[in-house]
Structures are given as structure tokens and as C-alpha cells.
């Protein structure tokens, strides 16, 4: 998608809808959300879903599979706008509020059984930070229905830096660019009305 857009190349644009309709026909998981995770060449569910088998434990589902199908979603959206798109982004998105972001702890849990029963306590803390803003990002884009991503990922990613360095970080929960340092907040209740704050001013706009 991404070579599309810089290249205006039909044949790559192709791909990655083709690319799209595999990840739905097999990985989709219709019961109960988000996208199962480990196969073998020709579809088959593989017995071992670890990448790494020396730290990985065996899960169906893992926040960072899904992390990266966001960012493969919101590119694929940008070069062919359609509202099944839009609509599984938006699918993508609400398994992050409701399921992976952990409000008693302010981060994202790792791994998870295929109805979403976390499987561990680890903490990536670059991945709480990478969900952060992708989060952010994600909603001023289809919020402001921009031509371009860029402008809205330089918001949020000018934004972190901004709340990072900023003293009154506490009042900063009601700054939308504050949303990703706020999300990483101590507080669980300070995290989590960042967070629900961010999603509402984007059906504000939209």
C-alpha cells in the first residue's frame, strides 16, 4: 500500500488488496474478533504459533500482530478508500480499547488466548509507546479524512515530544497531543480518560 501511494503503481495497489482478502478468508477470526495469527504456507493453522520459541509463549493472538495490522490497514485505506476498510480500521482500533489496553496497569497487554484471555504479564514498554501514537494518528486521520497521512502522523508524533517536555502534564489529559504520554500514565483513571477522550473527539469530527 505503501509503495502505491509513493509510486501511484496500480500493480502494487492490487497486491495489497489481494494481500487483504487472504488475511480475511483465512486469519479473520469471525467469533470472537481480531485475526488469528500462526499458519503454514497453504492456510493450515501451524501447531506452534511462537515466533521466537525461546520468549514467546504459544498464543493465538498477540498485541503486536494486531499493532501492525493497523498500520497495514490505515495505509491500504489511504491508497483505496472503501467503507469495509474503514469499518474493519475502526474493528481494529476498539480491540485495542476494549481488550488489549489494560486501564489497572496504564499498558498493553502481550498475548492472549483466541477469546482474548491474556496469557501474560509481560510489558513492552516501545510497543506501549508505538500503540500510542498509531492510536492517535489513526484517529485525526480518518477524523480529518486527510488526502495524506503524513500531516496527521507529524501531529502525533510532534505531540508525544511536546507532552513529554511539558510541566503541566497533568492538566495536559485534556490536550489531544498529550494523548499517548497520558495513556502511559501511572494513574489507571488518567490512562483510560486519555484514551476514551481521544475517541470521543474523533466521532466528534467525524
Known amino acids: 500500500s505503501e509503495h502505491a501511494i509513493a509510486c501511484d503503481d496500480p500493480v502494487a495497489l492490487h497486491c495489497a488488496v489481494d494481500l487483504e482478502r487472504l488475511v480475511e478468508e483465512h486469519a479473520a477470526d469471525r467469533i470472537h474478533g481480531g485475526y488469528r495469527e500462526a499458519f503454514e504456507r497453504d492456510w493450515a493453522p501451524r501447531a506452534d504459533g511462537r515466533l521466537n520459541p525461546r520468549f514467546d ?104 515530544f511536546f507532552a513529554v517536555v511539558a510541566t503541566s502534564a497533568k492538566a495536559g489529559v485534556f490536550l489531544p497531543w498529550q494523548i499517548p504520554v497520558n495513556q502511559l500514565a501511572s494513574d489507571p483513571a488518567r490512562a483510560q480518560f486519555a484514551l476514551l477522550l481521544g475517541m470521543i473527539g474523533g466521532c466528534i469530527a467525524l
Open 57 to 160: 509463549p504459544d498464543v493465538a493472538k498477540t498485541m503486536n500482530t494486531h499493532l501492525h495490522l493497523i498500520e497495514a490497514q490505515t495505509a491500504l485505506l489511504q491508497a483505496s478508500p472503501a467503507l469495509d476498510r474503514a469499518l474493519r480500521l475502526e474493528r481494529l482500533v476498539r480491540l485495542f480499547v476494549d481488550r488489549i489496553f489494560d486501564p489497572a496497569t496504564g499498558h498493553c497487554r502481550m498475548h492472549f488466548d483466541a477469546d482474548w484471555q491474556p496469557r501474560s504479564e509481560l510489558v513492552s514498554f516501545g510497543h506501549d509507546i508505538e500503540a500510542a501514537w498509531l492510536l492517535v494518528a489513526v484517529q485525526l486521520w480518518i477524523a480529518l479524512r486527510h488526502a495524506s497521512f503524513v500531516p496527521a502522523l507529524a501531529v502525533g508524533i510532534g505531540g508525544t
